[in-house]
């Protein structure tokens, strides 16, 4: 039988693992990234790699470790060196003397065949159209609930009485998601988590808001940006991340195979000051820094792994774009020698900032009106 392991990114092994298990194979669940991880990666991937690169690496070598024999990651296309990484890692791992195969899931719109056949490997159980159905209404299912109930945690967060309890209530609901069998499971822990949020005792306020860009790794994985997220909330900022992973699918595999622009709207938005493909999401970074001012938020963070050449474009750029749009911006670069503490600091500076800029602006707003009163 199969092994089966892959990266390990935010609260998506849950779904993956149980997709993968249903198609017949045993699923090494890739641990949650630490210091160790991070020491592996370092240790074997080549200097000029980036960030996300050596975190998947070191968790590959925990995953072969544990007993598995099949590793299964993403491909991609364009400039960004992501496209070759697996190829790569593959390489490094085989001369460490590790055995297995590595199976590729190119994306759909230009490699449709290749998908084809790397899916056709991971299917060990003999299915029927319906289990298909089955099986693949029930892990959408849970991964759309997963990314609501942590778009839920950054919405109360900064607004909770009780610090923390956002957070306490985020990890409940993903051990109920995770806790599902069936389809028929996750209506109820859907109702059920809503109620949990509901309880939370919540003040009445107008938080800073802030949109956070950048490369998908990194936004999506808490342990490679430092659970920034959290940090922000428990600031007193409201945080909306531009990209979740069922949203990610939706744009990048179901639109993608049928040629279709799933993000044509970001894209749009930033061809002004980014007219060319440059891989990775770094075109998108600017597009939603734009959309994320005309929505009225207060700043823009980037996160943006280090060496990555995608954001080191964007970073040229979104200064720039966010000054014209009246809009904060920080650029955090992300490698194994970024400090938690460090980080902190930067973000409390930035977000007095953003709280002065604001009070300027209604202080410009309100004395107008005052003076047309008096007189």
């Avoid at 802030?210 to 999506?220: D, S």
Wanted: hydrophobic residues 40%.
């Amino acid at each position: 039988m199969r092994k089966v392991s892959f990266p390990y990114m935010g609260t998506s092994y849950i779904p993956f693992k149980n997709l993968l298990e249903a198609f017949g194979n045993e699923v090494v669940v890739p641990p949650k990234p630490t210091e160790e991880t991070i020491s592996l990666g370092t240790k074997f991937a080549p200097e000029f790699a980036c960030y996300p690169f050596k975190i998947v690496l070191g968790t590959y070598v925990q995953c072969l470790e544990a007993g598995a024999n099949t590793l299964v990651s993403s491909g991609g296309v364009g400039p960004c060196r992501a496209g070759l990484y697996t190829t790569l890692q593959e390489k490094i791992l085989k001369d460490l003397g590790y055995e297995f195969e590595m199976i590729t899931l190119e994306p759909p719109g230009r490699h449709f065949k290749d998908l084809l056949q790397s899916i056709k490997k991971l299917i060990n159980a003999p299915l029927t159209l319906k289990d298909y159905i089955s099986i693949t209404r029930f892990v959408w299912k849970q991964l759309v609930l997963l990314d609501k109930v942590e778009r839920l945690s950054h919405k109360i967060r900064p607004l909770e009485i009780k610090k923390g309890e956002a957070t306490r209530v985020y990890k409940k609901c993903v051990e109920l998601i995770a806790s599902a069998e069936k389809y028929r499971d996750l209506p109820e822990i859907e109702r059920e988590c809503e109620l949990l949020y509901d309880g939370i005792q919540k003040r009445d306020s107008d938080p800073i808001k802030i949109g956070i860009v950048g490369e998908i790794y990194v936004l999506l994985e808490p342990s490679s940006n430092l659970e920034i997220e959290e940090m922000l909330g428990e600031l007193g900022v409201y945080v909306e991340r531009s990209m979740f992973l069922s949203q990610y699918t939706i744009y990048n595999a179901v639109l993608d195979l049928f040629h279709m622009a799933g993000e044509r709207n970001v894209k749009k938005t930033a061809a002004p000051y980014f007219k060319e493909m440059c891989g990775g999401h770094g075109r998108e970074s600017v597009g939603n820094a734009i959309l994320f001012a005309k929505r009225g938020f207060d700043g823009v963070i980037q996160l943006s792994p280090f060496t990555c050449i995608p954001e080191i474009v964007a970073k040229s750029i979104l200064p720039k774009v966010c000054k014209e749009h009246g809009i904060g911006f920080l650029t955090i670069s992300l490698d194994e020698q970024t400090g938690k503490e460090g980080l902190r600091t930067r973000l409390e500076a930035f977000v007095d900032l953003l709280m002065a800029k604001r009070n300027q602006t209604k202080s410009f707003t309100v004395k107008p009106q005052i003076a047309k009163e008096m007189a």
